[in-house]
């Protein structure tokens, strides 16, 4: 088994700076050698380097549209190479809006994918809907195909097209969704499981509902795009968009236990860890070796030894 390790030091789906040292942070908390002890061949094909466009004006109140999507295109080239090659791909962020060029990029080589997206927060939003016009919080909404007529040509995108169906994804954390937000996931009758449900079922149940969700009729490959901030901010608290009443330690690494043991996943990108908001080191260490351990719990490391 090889995992390639794809740093994406990006910060402008978002306003809060700092959050592009985020892949740094994740490996100086030892990833390298976590994952080196799971018996893992693993690749660390380093950072990415993302030219800051300078003609960049908003779209709508969309801040740097062209940037965002230049970055995305040159992420999706690297995720399609390392999945091309065989690896099981960890993408560093950065911000969420990069999951828009790490799943893309996915696609290319599995186009059967499904995703599961385990966040607070839904990033659903299209220009047209998003409070902020943080991209970030749009990602989603860019690679729906059932969004297709809801969305605007954002200069930047046209690289690429929408191609996962609504069916293909399920939500697992949400507990901050804005109005349009929800309104795009009762229409396209998107399969989520928010914190109030996790309270009702237990994540037990909510991943067996998730897993015949998505993989019942076929099974395919599984794309892992995980917020940090799905986790309470008690224990992730180095994060641009903390939420009361997140995930728990040991729900979170329930969910990437069970998908593991699917013997499916492709792709997991590890996003929004920004070093800059810890308030103090224990804070930032705090955040950091949890980025650690859900990669590592992810890739096959076990609580039972
Ligand atoms: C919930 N939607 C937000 C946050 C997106 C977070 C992106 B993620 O990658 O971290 O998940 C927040 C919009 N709110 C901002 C504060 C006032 C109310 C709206 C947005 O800006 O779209
Ligand atoms: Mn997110
Ligand atoms: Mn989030
Ligand atoms: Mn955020």
Not at 62 to 80: C, D, E, H, I, K
Not at 129 to 137: Q, R, V
Not at 290 to 302: H, N
Request: one cysteine or more; glycine letters at 10%.
């Amino acid at each position: 088994h090889s995992v390639a390790i794809l740093g994406a030091p990006f910060s402008k789906g978002q306003k809060r700076r700092g959050v592009e040292h985020g892949p740094k942070a994740i490996r100086d908390a030892g990833l390298v050698e976590r994952l080196s002890n799971l018996d893992y061949a693993v690749h660390d094909f380093g950072d990415l380097t993302f030219k800051h466009l300078e003609k960049d004006e908003h779209f709508m109140h969309v801040p740097f549209p062209r940037t965002v999507g230049r970055a995305n295109q040159l992420l999706s080239g690297a995720v399609s190479g390392a999945v091309g090659a065989g690896h099981t791909c960890i993408m560093l962020g950065g911000d969420h809006s990069l999951a828009i060029g790490s799943v893309e990029g996915h696609a290319q080589q599995c186009p059967d994918l499904c995703l599961i997206w385990v966040d607070a927060h839904a990033d659903v939003n299209t220009p047209l809907t998003s409070p902020s016009g943080n991209l970030h919080g749009q990602s989603v909404a860019f690679l729906l195909k059932d969004l297709q007529n809801k969305m605007p040509e954002v200069p930047g995108f046209s690289w690429m097209k929408p191609f996962l169906s609504a069916r293909d994804l399920v939500y697992i954390g949400l507990r901050d969704v804005d109005p349009g937000e929800h309104i795009i996931l009762k229409t396209l009758g998107i399969q989520y499981f928010s914190m109030r449900d996790i309270d009702r079922m237990g994540i037990q149940r909510v991943m067996e509902v998730t897993l015949d969700h998505l993989l019942a009729r076929k099974r395919r490959p599984i794309h892992l795009s995980f917020d940090i901030d799905a986790f309470d901010p008690s224990l992730a608290p180095a994060t641009g968009t903390p939420v009361n009443g997140g995930l728990t330690y040991r729900e979170g690494i329930y969910v990437t236990e069970e998908i593991h043991n699917t013997g499916l996943l492709s792709v997991m990108d590890v996003v929004e860890v920004n070093p800059t908001l810890g308030a103090t080191p224990e804070a930032l260490e705090a955040t950091t070796s949890l980025a650690v351990d859900v990669i590592a719990s992810a890739l096959g490391q076990t609580r039972e030894g």
